[in-house]
């Protein structure tokens, strides 16, 4: 015992320099750590339940204790405690998280689930819709982050990993609970639960308002009211039924004051949900589990936009001024979701589970999907199964597949093997390969986004009524994308010395990457554009956005987390990433224009840090205290093909003191973002060095907050 007390004061002399050079930030827990006690049981990477060293795949836990100390306000901001994810937030309100880098403004191809609900979002250019997550942070019991592909297990929408959220149960959650927090750029976060039993069963009614003033020097202030119910009933002693219903509301400034083509304005964008769950256990020791989920979003950004030139244009012959477009950006989404599973133990070393779902999209926007105002659709249907095998004490095999037919795209297969050989009862070796695709979503394959439209009779030209904009207009010749990988594993548990190690190595071959391209139409099917000459020659064509399968990328690189408790009420993190990323633009893509290509190819390139580190250091302090403080290191990188952040540095701070006045527990707590100065995570300068990018700074943030329970 007495190594273990002077390694730890070494490590803190060592450490807390270091802090204190870059300044303080977030905490993400003390312990009493599960990791030192046993190794978490894990449900997402197999749909099985397995203890972490039987899982085929890489797996952080956060769970409810260190959701609390981490000072997080937002879901997405717990993706920074996990190696290889970056997150950023930037001027239109939303939160953006991706792994392993392919960034853009709205990325793709991570599965998000909350109790087994996806949130996967037809809204948001077929991603995650951040500003839209059901939950809130107070109601979860754990999250489970599969490091790395999943449609083995989930499907397409798990392309490159898979987030599962899973709530608390409403019997774990009886009486009342209030949060209240105030700060700085207009934070205001309050909630409120009420828990009870109604017969049998249990019931959680919550509500939750977050607001602040985004990013500087922008006007996107932002408000999101969420409200949820959950209600648990046992039918009998092996079955039981589970509600949720809930909606999120979200209002956002955006625009800028005194802009003609971007006015100022608000939008509102909400989301309503309701899904019922049955349970039923066997007598064998399996389960069976069947779900329906509703989902239905909404979104609202209307406003009206002028042209000086047009309506100069319009007075010199005659016609009607000043010209006002009205630009109707309204799209409604309904979502329905259908999955059956069935767990079966054929045997003492074998276990199966296999299952069905269906899912249906349809996604109404007259401006986004084309004039007619007819809804597009996309079904989806896919069966999966993954059989475990131990042969021994010293080895565990999985292998899993997933079947999915998708109404835009053909019939696919991804499946996986992985083989864990346990080296000693704390150590264990894991190799795995896999394959999976990812469908193309509505917006890659379907939208139409046209705006306003200029008759050119007046002005002599055989040209009919054409659009006076055309943002995108998607073809929809696109095929799956396509990701091999192939995965070494290795988990240490040294509890007697309070170590915990979790290292991945890896190469992630990508194969037709769907992405945004520039082209450009002739006459008549094309855009107005020098509108000041069009009476001396015709109209100009603009560029348009399509999709097409443009490129490949090679991502090769290692990751591994550290814990370290070395006393009693002590811990500390150390995540790493190191990413290296190869892409190459396709023949059908670079025979567009060499230049472009090789842009996208740079931005691919550096879509990730070549190296992302995390520091946090947790501890229980005199008379109940807590304190935590976690510093994190990006390089560059870039989020988009023009646009660059320079290498920064965040540090979060939190202090808390919980207190008990007779049946009432509480918490207050004072916690600071990005306490070492202002920041940039998503856009900070041009890619190229010789253009002007206006940068989207968060300024450090501090709020205080107290918590009640009754």
Request: proline residues 5%; hydrophobic residues 40%.
């Amino acid at each position: 015992m007495g190594l273990r007390n002077a390694a730890a004061a070494l490590v803190a002399a060592l450490a807390w320099p270091a802090l204190a050079a870059e300044s303080i930030g977030p905490l993400a827990r003390v312990v009493e750590d599960p990791y030192f006690d046993e190794l978490p049981v894990v449900l997402s990477v197999s749909r099985l339940a397995q203890p972490l060293h039987d899982a085929p795949g890489s797996v952080t836990v956060i769970d409810a204790d260190t959701i609390r100390t981490s000072g997080a306000r937002d879901f997405a901001d717990l993706l920074r405690l996990v190696p290889g994810f970056l997150v950023a937030h930037s001027v239109n309100g939303a939160p953006n998280a991706v792994y392993h880098g392919m960034t853009d403004e709205n990325p793709r191809g991570l599965q998000i689930l909350i109790d087994g609900r996806s949130q996967y979002s037809p809204l948001f250019f077929g991603g995650v819709a951040w500003n839209l997550i059901d939950v809130a942070l107070d109601e979860i019991e754990r999250i489970e982050v599969i490091r790395g592909s999943n449609s083995a297990a989930y499907g397409s929408n798990a392309f490159l990993g898979v987030v599962n959220v899973v709530t608390r149960s409403a019997a774990e959650t009886l009486g009342v609970r209030v949060r209240a927090g105030q700060g700085n750029d207009g934070i205001a976060d309050r909630y409120a639960r009420v828990g009870m039993r109604i017969g049998d069963g249990s019931v959680r009614v919550s509500a939750e308002t977050l607001g602040d003033n985004g990013i500087k020097h922008f006007d996107d202030r932002r408000e999101h009211r969420r409200i949820n119910l959950r209600a648990d009933m046992p039918l009998s002693a092996a079955d039981e039924l589970q509600v949720e219903a809930g909606a999120v509301d979200l209002r956002l400034r955006m625009g800028e004051a005194g802009e003609t083509l971007n006015p100022a304005r608000g939008i509102e964008a909400e989301k309503t949900f309701g899904s019922l769950a049955w349970q039923h256990a066997t007598s064998d020791g399996g389960a069976i589990s069947l779900r329906f989920t509703h989902t239905a979003e909404r979104y609202r950004d209307d406003y009206t936009v002028s042209d000086p030139d047009l309506d100069k244009l319009l007075g010199s012959v005659g016609l009607p001024t000043p010209f006002r477009l009205e630009i109707d950006q309204r799209i409604d989404t309904v979502r329905d979701e259908l999955e059956f599973q069935h767990t079966l133990i054929p045997s003492a070393n074998t276990r199966f589970v296999w299952g069905a779902g269906a899912r249906y999209d349809a996604v109404e926007g007259r401006q986004f999907y084309g004039r007619d105002g007819d809804a597009v659709r996309q079904a989806v249907h896919r069966l999966f199964g993954n059989f475990e095998w131990r042969p021994s004490e010293a080895w565990t095999t999985n292998l899993g597949m997933t079947w999915e037919n998708d109404s835009l795209s053909n019939t696919s297969l991804a499946p996986r093997l992985a083989v864990n050989h346990h080296l000693s009862p704390g150590q264990t070796l894991r190799a795995g390969v896999s394959r999976a695709h990812r469908i193309p979503s509505l917006t890659e394959a379907k939208s139409r986004e046209h705006y306003g439209a200029l008759d050119t009779t007046p002005f002599g030209l055989p040209l009919g009524v054409i659009p006076l904009e055309i943002q995108r207009d998607a073809s929809g010749r696109l095929d799956k994308e396509v990701i091999d990988v192939t995965e070494i594993g290795y988990l240490g548990d040294f509890r007697e010395q309070g170590v915990f190690v979790d290292v991945r190595l890896f190469e992630e071959k990508v194969k037709d990457r769907i992405m945004p391209v520039s082209l450009t139409l002739s006459p008549p099917d094309c855009e107005v554009r020098g509108l000041s000459r069009l009476r001396r020659r015709p109209p100009e064509c603009g560029n348009y956005l399509d999709y097409m399968n443009a490129q490949d990328l090679d991502i090769r690189g290692a990751e591994y987390q550290l814990r370290w408790s070395p006393l009693d009420g002590t811990e500390f993190t150390l995540n790493q990433s190191f990413i290296v990323i190869d892409s190459e633009a396709n023949a059908e893509f670079a025979a567009l224009g060499r230049k472009d290509a090789a842009k996208a190819e740079r931005h691919m390139e550096n879509s990730a840090p070549r190296r992302a580190t995390m520091l946090r250091w947790v501890q229980q302090l005199p008379g109940g205290a807590e304190f935590s403080v976690a510093h994190y290191r990006y390089g560059r990188f870039q989020w988009t093909p023009n646009t660059a952040v320079k290498a920064f540095n965040r540090t979060d701070l939190r202090v808390a003191y919980p207190f008990r006045i007779g049946p009432t527990r509480g918490e207050v707590a004072l916690t600071g973002q990005g306490v070492d100065g202002r920041r940039a995570e998503f856009k900070e300068r041009d890619a190229d060095g010789n253009g002007h990018v206006q940068p989207q700074f968060i300024n450090p943030r501090v709020w205080a907050g107290i918590a009640l329970e009754f």
